[in-house]
């Protein structure tokens, strides 16, 4: 049987498709302004990589924060039990994950999971931009810079600037401060990821007890996964495409959350 999953994001909109529990297709388009548009592009393009047609996926269940938007979904899944399935499911290096780090771009989640994988606990900051990729967008574009390339440009630091808030109006205006000063790139960027890393930690207060499982669009982003390696003192494990571990997590669901 054919199976997808589609993470209906603020900003992007993933679609994975499974085949016999195996994923055979998958797509990623940009939400904008129609949610149910992206999510019916990107299922079909998933299908098409696939090597098969819409109507022959049996099962679709929808995810995220557009997902009942969805009309064409047989379920739906809150976005927190969906990344503890796809987390659960992936695994990490050191065994079962137990915490979980979600950095999308207008939304950070941290998740404790049980042994099983069941959703023990979580934290989600969903009121501002505050620690999120969207965040480091508006920051990437005051240092001039693609986003893409922050991880890398960071990798370059001597010395993290001091970044005092992940309030992204206010941490904009401290980083334009800094520019004036003719602070180096590399040490604002450093000081961006930690930031966001300092935010994380607090969102994940005494859940962090555990190792972490990194994933959504934000942890392509290899300074924020350095910066959270020395500020948690923990493993941090980012799975391959980790955008996609929601939608896989809906996938794998055959019910209701």
Partial sequence: MITAGIDVGSVATKAVVLRRGEVVGRALVRTGAA???AANEALDTAAKQAGAEKKQVKHIVATGYGRRTVDFAHHTLTEITADARG??????????PRLIADLGGQDTKVILLDADGSVRDFAMNDKCAAGTGRFLEVMADVLGVRVGELGEISERAQQPAAINSTCTVFAESEVISLI?????????AAG???AIASRI??????MARHDL?????????TGVKAALERILHRRVYVPPMPQYVVALGAALSQSDA
């Fill in 192 to 194: 961006l990821h930690a």
């Fill in 201 to 206: 930690a607090q969102m994940a207060g005494p």
């Fill in 213 to 221: 499982f990194f994933n959504g669009g934000g942890a392509l982003n």
């Fill in 35 to 37: 949610p149910q548009t």
């Fill in 87 to 96: 987390a659960h499911h992936i695994g990490c290096p050191w065994g079962t």
């Fill in 180 to 188: 004036a000063k003719g602070t180096a790139k590399e040490n604002i």
